[in-house]
C-alpha cells in the first residue's frame, strides 16, 4: 500500500467529520454486494479479520476508539465471561441498515472483531452476529478457544 493512501491511526486530531449516510450505504449495501455476489458475508468477515491484522489493538479502549473512528459506530462491552464476550454496536448507520433488509450484513465488524479477541486473548476466536430489528443495534458474540492457542 502506497504511504498517500494508508490511514495513520496514531494521528490525533480534535478535527470533526462527518460521514454520509447516504455514500457509506452506496459503497457498502450495494456496490459491495454487486461486486462479491452471494459470498459477500464470508469475504467481508476475512476482510474484517484483515483489517484486524492491519491494525492490531492492544485493550478493549483501542477497540471501542477504532470503532468510532472507523464510523462504524458505538461499541460497548455487554458481558465478558471465561471464553466469550458479548459488545453492542449501535450508530445512526446501523438504523438505516436494519430496518431497511431481511438479510443484514456486519461481517466487516464481526471478522474485526473476531482478529483483534483473537490477538488480545492468544486464542483462535469467531464472532457472531445479531442484530436487534426492535432497537436498531447488533449485538455480536465471540468466543475464544484457550486450548487452541495462536504465537
Not at 104 to 113: I, K, S, V
Not at 138 to 150: A, M, P, S, Y
Amino acid at each position: 500500500m502506497s504511504e498517500s493512501t494508508v490511514v495513520n491511526l496514531n494521528t490525533q486530531s480534535d478535527e470533526t467529520r462527518t460521514v454520509s449516510i447516504f455514500g457509506y450505504e452506496l459503497i457498502r449495501e450495494i456496490l459491495l454486494q454487486e461486486i462479491l455476489g452471494k459470498d459477500t458475508p464470508e469475504i467481508l468477515y476475512w476482510g474484517g479479520k484483515r483489517l484486524a491484522r492491519m491494525y492490531p489493538l492492544n485493550n478493549y479502549e483501542e477497540l471501542i476508539d477504532f470503532f468510532d473512528r472507523a464510523s462504524w459506530g458505538h461499541l460497548a462491552i455487554k458481558n465478558e465471561g471465561k471464553d466469550e464476550m458479548e459488545f453492542e454496536l449501535i450508530s445512526p448507520l446501523i438504523v438505516s441498515r436494519v430496518k431497511s433488509k431481511a438479510e443484514h450484513f456486519f461481517q466487516l465488524e464481526a471478522g474485526f472483531l473476531a482478529q483483534q479477541i483473537e490477538h488480545q486473548k492468544k486464542g483462535i476466536a469467531e464472532t457472531f452476529e445479531h442484530p436487534v430489528k426492535k432497537s436498531n443495534k447488533v449485538l455480536f458474540t465471540v468466543k475464544w478457544d484457550k486450548k487452541d492457542t495462536i504465537d
